[in-house]
């Protein structure tokens, strides 16, 4: 349970990075 947390979490930051990156772009 704790791992799949710490995953979405991960993705949910991925995520996030890409779109402050397209936003750069």
């Known amino acids: ?3 799949m947390r710490g ?3 991960l993705m ?3 995520v996030a ?3 402050l990156l397209l ?3």
Do not use: Q, R
Request: net charge positive; no cysteine; hydrophobic share 80%.
């Open 1 to 3: 349970m704790v791992k």
């Open 7 to 9: 995953k979405v979490l």
């Open 12 to 14: 949910l930051v991925w």
């Open 17 to 19: 990075i890409e779109v």
């Open 23 to 25: 936003l750069l772009m």
